[in-house]
C-alpha cells in the first residue's frame, strides 16, 4: 500500500494552491495540477495492486482528498470523479473490463469520470434523463447525463441508465462512438475549471463488453463504505484553508473577535477529527458510518468558516482574486454536491437556526 507523509500533503496543497486562483478565474484545465499528481502517482492511488495500482488506504485516500481540496478544489473534484469511476469498475464483475481498462488509467493513459447524477440527486433535466432499452445482447441509451466533470477530456464515462422496468444498468461507455455528445462545460460560481458538462446520448449502443453491473435495482448499492465520506473530506479541506485564513488575521482583531473565532476553530477541529476516527472504523462490522451526520457538520462548518474569513477581511475579501472569494465560494459547493435530501434539509435547519 501506499503512503503519504503529512510533509507531503502539505507540498500538495502548497503547489495547487499556487495554481488554484489562476484556473478559477480562467476557468482552464489545471494541466499544471494534473501533471503534478501524476507525478507524484496519484493515477494509482484508488487502482487495486492487481492491474497496476499502488493503492492508498481509505484514511490516507481522505486525507489526500483534503489536501487537493485545500489547495484547488476544481482539481481535488476531477480526481474524487475519476477516482469514482474507477471504484465503480474495480467493483464489476466484468472481469475483462477490468483487465483492459484499469492497467491503463493506473498508468495515466486514459482519463475516465462519472455520470451518475441521474440515478442519484440531479434534478436538472425536467425528467428527460437518461433511459435505457435492450438491443440484442446489448443495450441503447437515450436521454442525459446531467452532470460529467472533465467530461471534455474523459475516453469512457462510467454512466448508468434506467430500463423500462425500473431496473437499472451500469456501464463504462467510450466516448469515441456515434451517439454520444457532449455539452460545452458550464459556467459555474465555482470550480468551472473542473469543465463539468451534460453528456447527451443518443441511440447510443452499449455493448456485452461495456457492462459493469445489472440490470438491477440499484446499481450503485456495491460502492464501498468510505464513498459517502469523501464529499466530507474535501469539505473539510476548504474549511481547513478558511481556518488558516482565519487564524492568519487573528493577531490583528480586536479582543471580541475571539468570542468568534475561537469556538469555530475548536469546532472546526472536533469535525475533522470526527471524520477521520470514522473513516478509520468503515470496515468495522459493528459500526454504522454517521455519513449523514457528518456531511451536514462539514456543510455547517465550512460555510461558517466562510461567512467568518468573508466578514473579517472587510472589503478586501470581496476582491476577485483573492483567497478569501474563492474559497468562499467553494465553500458553497458543498451545499449541492451529491447533497441528498436529508442533507439538504438538515444542513438549512442548521445554517438559518431552524431548529430552536
Not at 128 to 144: C, F, V, W
Not at 233 to 256: E, Q, T
Not at 320 to 329: L, M, Y
Amino acid at each position: 500500500m501506499a503512503s503519504l507523509t503529512e510533509s507531503q500533503l502539505k507540498q500538495l496543497t502548497e503547489s495547487l494552491d499556487d495554481w488554484g486562483m489562476e484556473y478559477d478565474l480562467t476557468g482552464h484545465w489545471p494541466e499544471k495540477s494534473v501533471a503534478l499528481l501524476a507525478d507524484r502517482g496519484a493515477w494509482r492511488w484508488n487502482v487495486p495492486a492487481e492491474f497496476g495500482g499502488d493503492p492508498l488506504q481509505h484514511g490516507e485516500l481522505l486525507r489526500a482528498y483534503e489536501a487537493l481540496s485545500a489547495g484547488c478544489l476544481s482539481t481535488a473534484l476531477l480526481w474524487t470523479q475519476r477516482d469514482g469511476a474507477v471504484e465503480l469498475i474495480a467493483a464489476s464483475p466484468n472481469e475483462a473490463l477490468k483487465r483492459r481498462v484499469l492497467p491503463a488509467l493506473a498508468r495515466g493513459e486514459m482519463y475516465t469520470t462519472v455520470g451518475i447524477a441521474q440515478l442519484t440527486t440531479s434534478k436538472r433535466g425536467g425528467g428527460h434523463l437518461l433511459k435505457a432499452t435492450t438491443d440484442g445482447d446489448g443495450y441503447r441509451l437515450n436521454g442525459m447525463m446531467p452532470w460529467a466533470t472533465g467530461a471534455e477530456r474523459a475516453d469512457a464515462i462510467v454512466t448508468g441508465a434506467v430500463l423500462p422496468d425500473g431496473n437499472q444498468i451500469l456501464a463504462c461507455v467510450p466516448t469515441d462512438r456515434e451517439g454520444i455528445r457532449v455539452d460545452k462545460p458550464d459556467t459555474l460560481l465555482a470550480l468551472s475549471a473542473s469543465r463539468t458538462s451534460c453528456v447527451h446520448c443518443e441511440n447510443y449502443r452499449v455493448e456485452p463488453d461495456d457492462m459493469l453491473q445489472g440490470p438491477a435495482p440499484k446499481v450503485l448499492a456495491l460502492r464501498t463504505p468510505v464513498k459517502p465520506l469523501v464529499t466530507s473530506a474535501c469539505g473539510i479541506g476548504v474549511a481547513g484553508a478558511l481556518h488558516d485564513i482565519i487564524m492568519s488575521m487573528k493577531p490583528g482583531l480586536r479582543s471580541h473577535f475571539e468570542d468568534v473565532v475561537d469556538p469555530l476553530s475548536q469546532r472546526y477541529h472536533a469535525v475533522r477529527e470526527k471524520l477521520y476516527s470514522a473513516a478509520d472504523r468503515v470496515h468495522d462490522p459493528a459500526y454504522e458510518v454517521p455519513s449523514t451526520e457528518i456531511r451536514v457538520m462539514v456543510n455547517e462548518v465550512v460555510i461558517q468558516m466562510g461567512l467568518t474569513a468573508l466578514t473579517l477581511s472587510k472589503g478586501s475579501g470581496f476582491i476577485q482574486g483573492r483567497p478569501v472569494q474563492r474559497h468562499f465560494r467553494e465553500a458553497l459547493f458543498f451545499l449541492v454536491w451529491s447533497a441528498p435530501a436529508s442533507v439538504q434539509l438538515e444542513s438549512l435547519i442548521r445554517l438559518i437556526g431552524g431548529n430552536d
